[in-house]
């Protein structure tokens, strides 16, 4: 086999940096959209198939509406940041399924899922679009593929590489719902800290830009802290998205250049 030489080396890094837009913050991912995207738009059509999808109109209708004006922010932003070719790889689609647990995810390319319980902790329009506009932009900012791309889940990421070829139903479904908490709460892996604030941050810009009141965010964090009792059950998104005091304030003190940022982005201006 042939040596890697140095240069080789950094050109093969400096090929697997990107940086991800808005937040500027070097990421590492090696996992291409080419292999990842389809196997998660298969993943997300064996989990509708295998769970009840909400016969609530009007829930559904108001949860995809604001999926859509989301959704519409985020490629409005990508168009006008020489980003056409990714915007076109999105596959945006949102559901809600009947299930009590409290979560919510979306997998890489715009599968978004809201389980029922989530909804009185989101409580309003705006808590809903606030959560949404978060889960968004996990996937707009890549942290899946980026998860997968990091050490300690060298194995899931080469399994996921591999997911193309897979026959194995079950291995790869604990694959998914590892690394994206779409399970009920068991061996999920949290997302880093850094991520989450990047997600809350980039998800309030995403929001306000689809006409949303920024102010609901902290709100709803506030109420997920408040119903993760002790010996309460069904809060699976905590088990992916820890909360605590600093999230909150970093969210209220954002807000402000959150506001800024989004009718800069509707404007057209980076
Ligand atoms: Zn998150």
């Known amino acids: 086999m042939r040596k890697i030489t140095p240069l080789l080396l950094a050109i093969l890094l400096f090929e697997m940096c990107s940086t991800v837009p808005i937040s500027g913050r070097k990421r590492v991912n090696f996992v291409s959209d080419s292999k990842v995207l389809p196997a998660s738009f298969a993943q997300y059509n064996t989990f509708l198939a295998a769970h009840t999808i909400s016969k609530n109109s009007s829930k559904t209708k108001?949860?995809?509406?604001?999926?859509?004006?989301?959704?519409?922010?985020?490629?409005?932003?990508?168009?006008?940041?020489?980003?056409?070719?990714?915007?076109?790889?999105?596959?945006?689609?949102?559901?809600?399924?009947?299930?009590?647990?409290?979560?919510?995810?979306?997998?890489?390319?715009?599968?978004?899922?809201?389980?029922?319980?989530?909804?009185?902790?989101?409580?309003?329009?705006?808590?809903?679009?606030?959560?949404?506009g978060h889960e968004v932009a996990h996937a707009f900012a890549k942290h899946g593929q980026?998860?997968?791309?990091?050490?300690?889940?060298?194995?899931?990421?080469?399994?996921?590489?591999?997911?193309?070829?897979?026959?194995e139903p079950k291995q790869t479904q604990a694959i998914w719902n590892t690394a994206f908490g779409i399970g009920s709460g068991l061996g999920m892996l949290k997302f880093s800290r850094v991520?989450?604030?990047?997600?809350?941050?980039?998800?309030?810009?995403?929001?306000?830009?689809?006409?949303?009141?920024?102010?609901?965010?902290?709100?709803?964090?506030?109420?997920?802290?408040?119903?993760?009792?002790?010996?309460?059950k069904g809060l699976a998104i905590l088990s992916t998205h820890p909360t605590n005091t600093s999230r909150i304030k970093d969210l209220q003190a954002y807000l402000p250049t959150a506001n800024k940022l989004a009718a800069q982005f509707n404007n057209g201006k980076r």
């Open 62 to 132: 108001q949860l995809k509406d604001i999926g859509n004006k989301i959704a519409a922010a985020v490629d409005r932003f990508m168009r006008a940041n020489n980003m056409v070719k990714e915007a076109e790889t999105y596959q945006w689609d949102f559901n809600l399924v009947e299930d009590k647990t409290v979560n919510a995810w979306c997998l890489p390319g715009g599968k978004v899922v809201f389980y029922t319980g989530i909804l009185p902790i989101c409580k309003n329009e705006d808590g809903i679009a606030a959560v949404m």
């Open 146 to 167: 980026e998860r997968m791309s990091q050490g300690q889940l060298q194995q899931v990421g080469g399994m996921a590489l591999a997911l193309g070829t897979s026959s």
């Open 195 to 232: 991520h989450e604030q990047e997600a809350d941050r980039l998800g309030l810009i995403f929001m306000i830009m689809a006409g949303f009141d920024g102010k609901e965010a902290a709100e709803v964090w506030v109420r997920m802290s408040q119903q993760n009792t002790p010996g309460k």
